[in-house]
């Protein structure tokens, strides 16, 4: 199993990115996917989540109306569209997998990508 994260770089504040997860060697449509994230001398945090289907998405507080997470089954992939990126997004996100619902929780997810460093500058 395999979840390879890209798309992570330098922007500017109010600028946009897009981060994406590719999953390997797994039934990609069987899981829920979700994006943390962490800031550096921060713990870990739940950034976004979309169910196996895509129908139904969760986000924290501080990303919503900015964020969007998507997912493209037969490619494998799940995105999280980064728009009026802040400072405070600066962060190593992660992309990690579960079975049955979508959660927000750390613990739920059992598998995780090797995350994808975004930096926004002021």
């Known amino acids: 199993v395999q979840l390879q994260a890209s798309g992570g770089g330098l922007v500017q504040a109010g600028g946009s990115l897009r981060l994406s997860c590719t999953a390997s060697?797994?039934?990609?449509?069987?899981?829920?996917m979700a994006w943390f994230r962490q800031a550096p001398g921060k713990e870990r945090e739940f950034v976004s989540g979309?169910?196996?289907?895509?129908?139904?998405?969760i986000y924290a507080d501080s990303v919503k109306g900015r964020f969007t997470i998507s997912r493209d089954n037969a490619k494998k992939t799940v995105y999280l569209q980064m728009n009026s990126l802040k400072v405070e997004d600066t962060a190593v996100y992660y992309c990690a997998r579960r079975m049955m619902v979508v959660t927000s929780s750390e613990g739920d997810y059992d598998y995780w990508g090797q995350g994808t460093l975004v930096t926004v500058s002021s």
């Open positions: 060697g797994l039934t990609f449509s069987r899981y829920a």
């Open positions: 979309v169910s196996w289907s895509g129908d139904s998405t």
